[in-house]
Nanobody
Framework: EVQLVESGGGLVQAGGSLRLSCAAS????????IGWFRQAPGKEREGISC????????HYADSVKGRFTISSDNAKNTVYLQMNNLKPEDTAVYYC?????????????????????WGRGTQVTVSA
């Protein structure tokens, strides 16, 4: 059974940092792209970053580029999202996702959100 378990969310002041973790199991970690979507209240879900766990290539949405860094620890089957200089508009539920072709077809997955596997999400709240 595929499982994606997020952790690390919480409440932080603007300008602060958080690191989200996504622990993956039930599939061949090195074969998959793993990423993060987020959904703010009243807004559509947004794809913000993904990583090819085989070669560590990455994609970032313009809204987080330069502030967020995605990385993977293949020995631990875990992907991290380091979030720095957080802003109130980063407040959202953050979802870990995985799909065999996530990195190669990232733009398509951002548009369709037809990703195979989703975690349950972790809340990030940034206060002004």
């Amino acid at each position: 059974e595929v499982q994606l378990v997020e952790s690390g969310g919480g409440l932080v002041q603007a300008g602060g940092s958080l690191r989200l973790s996504c622990a993956a199991s039930g599939f061949a970690f090195d074969d998959y792209g793993i990423g993060w979507f987020r959904q703010a209240p009243g807004k559509e879900r947004e794809g913000i970053s993904c990583i090819d766990t085989f070669n560590s290539s990455t994609h970032y949405a313009d809204s987080v580029k330069g502030r967020f860094t995605i990385s993977s620890d293949n020995a631990k089957n875990t992907v991290y999202l380091q979030m720095n200089n957080l802003k109130p508009e980063d407040t959202a539920v953050y979802y870990c996702v995985a799909d065999l072709h996530l990195y190669a077809l990232w733009d398509d997955y951002v548009a369709t959100q037809a990703v195979d596997y989703w975690g349950r999400g972790t809340q990030v709240t940034v206060s002004a």
